[in-house]
């Protein structure tokens, strides 16, 4: 355990500890291989898959952030996601939340059904029989997402921990929606942490990364082994990269959230919103959990905009500093739709079931001026209403040129890469 808060260790990652030069930032060693000392005589570093000293830095940071023994940076998200896949086999039962990242989805259903590489089996962690389901089981690993992507639902790490531990299942937690700043699972009991160190770790959205952190130094020089061994390690220049970003983590998020706490009680009183999932709301299902166990709500949050989807366009289209894109955790605000971009890679029947509508919209709230955003959210919505009452005098063109936005190049995402997300 660290003796010094989240914001001096991502403050200090990597700074002041250059060996050759006393280099105050970090040099990138932007090298593939080492020199050996001497014929049969292995250096600390040989080879950039295996090991590397700016992404070593960049692990280091992130394990004492965690509270783990060993973290492994890895080159994606998804692969820190594979990764953590390795410790199971096809006879084991994996565990995975019914609502999560699309992406960590597809992953845990096609690796189940069409590699036989595990047992899945899919709970509710919101329905009271989710330790009765897990128990009946007798499960590996647990994945949990809390808050998930994109309902921002959560889920008690601890009273899962505790399930887990008789039954010695493993409990992967990815906290990318929080980063350790605002939820640290280790100390509740969990073995594992997954981050997509693309989101708020690097938080500048100019690289894409992942990481996993272990409690145990075991399981992880297991897992550094496989990472190796599959050839999973993050780059050195993103690592440099995410060094470089995570420095100003804890400020950058603690603006992002008060934004978001600021646009959460704005969207709450818009009459064309009928719903806002956002933790710190005392009326969200998780709200005690969530405050228990994060030390505070987090820059994201959705809601259900109570129009046709047809009209979603109109709203896109309006505002100014929320730029419509796939992903989150960056400086800048970005808006999604989840149901056709990060979570396209669920089918219609796995997006129902976990509660993605329609005219469900995510927001990963950034560090603009908060008055800023403010007023082009107020703006988007009074696009909105106008675009309502022209349905209402005209239902037909309205609908028709709607329908036509929808449609339109800037809003029809490439079927191309819809398979991709
Ligand atoms: C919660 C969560 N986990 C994992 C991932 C995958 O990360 P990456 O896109 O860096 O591979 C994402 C990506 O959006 C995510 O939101």
Redesign the pocket.
Known sequence: MSKHHAATIAARAGIAQDPAYGAVTPPLYLTSTYELPAFKQPGPYDYSRSNNPTRDLLAEALAELEGGAKAIVTN????A?LLALQLLTPDDTLVIPHD??G??YRLFTNLATRKKAFKLLIVNFQQADWAAQITAARPKMIWL?TPS?PLLQITDVRAVCQLAQPLQALVVV?N??LSPVLQQPLALGADIV?H????FINGHSDI???VLVCACAQLGDELKWWANCLGLTGAPFDSYMTLRGLRTLEPRLRLQQDNTAKIVEFLSRQPLVSKVYYPGLVQHPGHAIAKAQQSGFGAMCSFDLAVEQALLPVFFEALQLFTLA???GGIESLICHPGTM?HASMDAKAQQTAGIGPTLIRLSVGIENLDDLLADLQQAFNALASALRQHADNAKPAAAKADSALNSPQFRLNPALSALW
């Open positions: 994606t998200g998804m692969s996601c999560c990242y992406g960590s997402e992507n990815d990318t929606f997954v997509s160190t693309t989101k894409v990364g992942g796939q992903s989150l990060t």
